[in-house]
């Protein structure tokens, strides 16, 4: 081979290679552009699934605390009722006591009263506890028809019925004939009067702590 074919051929051979070494850089420029357009779309599949995670975590989280909420709010409740409740009973002790008691004879008389003030007629009947009337009899009435004379200026006749009550305490008042009867028992008064009664002793009664 002569100089002038080895210098061609040198020639051709270095151009080769500035082609191959373009080509070679050019892919490596795609292969950049490519991996790195693969990583970019790996961190928004991870961004999107991170975001869906945690998404479905807020919901459940805010699912649990509207069930813990309800619970808490029930246990309240629940607790409040009872200490009603509690109260309740004390109050029914209270009245058993009463009932047992000499003062009774005063809040039979007073009860009698104030049927007697909402019902007509002039005629009477006080059906009372056995007991109650063993104790005190007919002078019951008559103290009943004084308090009526006093209290409300009619002149009334009362008597104590032969038949008994069965009551903790209290007593039924009956018109003539048995057409009128107020129950002024003490299971029929604190049963009228704890509707209106129990919002305000619950109101009363201490907030329950806070669950944690």
């Known amino acids: 081979m002569d100089d002038q074919e080895h210098a061609l051929s040198a020639e051709i051979l270095a151009d ?3 082609r191959a070494q373009r080509i070679g850089q050019r892919a490596q420029g795609e292969a950049q552009k490519l991996a790195a357009a693969a990583r970019q779309e790996a961190a ?5 699934a991170l975001q869906q995670a945690q998404g479905r975590a807020a919901r459940q989280r805010e699912v649990n605390r ?3 909420a309800q619970e808490v709010s029930g246990l309240r409740m629940t607790r409040r009722q ?10 029914e002790r209270r009245l058993a006591q009463v009932a047992a008691g000499p003062e009774h ?9 104030l049927a007697i003030g909402t019902m007509s007629g002039d005629r009477f009947e006080l059906v009372v506890r056995t007991q109650d ?3 005190w009899g007919q002078e019951l009435a008559q103290e009943a028809r004084l308090a009526v004379k006093d209290e409300l200026g009619r002149d009334v006749q009362v008597e104590v019925a032969a038949d008994s ?3 903790s305490g209290g007593l039924m008042v ?3 004939g048995g057409h009128e009867v107020a129950d002024q028992t003490f299971e029929a008064r604190l049963h009228r009067l704890w509707d209106e009664v129990r919002a305000p002793v619950g109101a009363m009664l201490p907030e329950m702590p806070e669950e944690t």
């Open 165 to 167: 009550l069965d009551a």
């Open 105 to 113: 004879r005063q809040v039979l008389k007073c009860l009698a009263l």
């Open 174 to 176: 009956r018109g003539a």
């Open 66 to 68: 509207a069930h813990i």
């Open 82 to 91: 009872d200490m009603v409740d509690r109260v309740r009973a004390a109050v």
């Open 133 to 135: 009337r063993q104790r």
């Open 44 to 48: 928004a599949v991870r961004e999107r």
């Open 16 to 18: 080769a290679q500035k």
